[in-house]
């Protein structure tokens, strides 16, 4: 979805950029691993780098599994009025079905411990501006979702 929403907002004239756990974690964060509090400075670290790029302009799409509320409210204080929480709304089951990386299956022999969903809670959002239903909807729909709600509270 975070890619998808990447390349119609920047052919639609935005200034855009993912950020997610891979690129973030090779770099600005490559000293964290998963525990509650490394997950926290991560997610602290990239509402900072989100909010020095809305400064610049930027729509900055955070793609990140971050699964705590009070994290996620350290992230939107970083970021300011340009924090818009997105609920990508997905149970268990379709998370792994979905799971191209074999996290889960490695999750649930014990092989990842603190993971997100089988050893580690979530927590769902309780004040989110936007939830996209992504079991029920396919990706365009999803993302056509995504661009509506920026074009109608972004300025470009």
Request: charged residues 30%; negative net charge.
């Amino acid at each position: 979805l975070a890619t998808e929403l990447e390349h119609r907002l920047f052919h639609s004239g935005y200034s855009v950029y993912v950020l997610d756990g891979d690129n973030v974690r090779h770099g600005l964060s490559s000293n964290l691993a998963f525990s509650p509090e490394d997950r926290a400075e991560n997610i602290r670290r990239v509402g900072e780098v989100c909010g020095l790029f809305a400064d610049a302009g930027f729509v900055t799409i955070a793609a990140f599994i971050s699964p705590y509320r009070e994290d996620r409210a350290i992230a939107r204080t970083a970021t300011g009025d340009a924090f818009h929480e997105v609920y990508v709304n997905a149970d268990l089951e379709t998370c792994e079905s979905r799971d191209t990386k074999g996290l889960y299956k490695k999750a649930r022999q014990g092989e990842i411990p603190d993971f997100t969903g089988i050893s580690a809670p979530y927590e769902e959002p309780l004040t989110a501006e936007l939830q996209v239903d992504t079991m029920n909807k396919d990706v365009k729909a999803c993302v056509d979702i995504l661009v509506d709600y920026v074009e109608k509270h972004l300025r470009q």
